[in-house]
């Protein structure tokens, strides 16, 4: 696993947004990203809860790989998978 480093794109291990390193003050990472709507958030979290994404071919690591009533969650460092099922009680167009 490589350092995380300023410049470095990063995801917390729990998913979510791809962020920005701006700076790495000991075990905290001060981290900016945009959301879908271009609004830009900055936030400081601790360096273990972080994956590092720069080097990835594909696109950054997904948590769940989805349809509509089944789920599959699977970790990032170990082969651990949860399924989930949804029921819909009632479906609207």
């Known amino acids: 696993m490589s350092e995380i480093a300023s410049g470095n794109q990063v995801q917390l ?3 979510g947004p791809v962020m920005t390193v701006e700076e790495v003050d000991g075990s905290t990472a001060h981290v900016a990203w ?3 709507e271009h609004n830009f958030f900055q936030k400081k979290v601790r360096v273990e809860s972080l994956i ?3 080097d990835l071919k ?3 690591a997904k948590a769940f ?3 509509p009533t089944h789920a599959t969650v ?3 460092d170990c082969s651990a998978k949860l399924e989930i ?3 819909f009680l009632e479906h609207r167009i």
Request: glycine letters at 10%; a negative charge; charged letters at 45%.
């Open 58 to 60: 594909d696109e950054p």
């Open 34 to 36: 945009f959301d879908g």
């Open 65 to 67: 790989e989805i349809d």
């Open 85 to 87: 099922r949804v029921k």
């Open 52 to 54: 590092d994404v720069t």
């Open 13 to 15: 291990k729990s998913g």
């Open 74 to 76: 699977s970790c990032p």
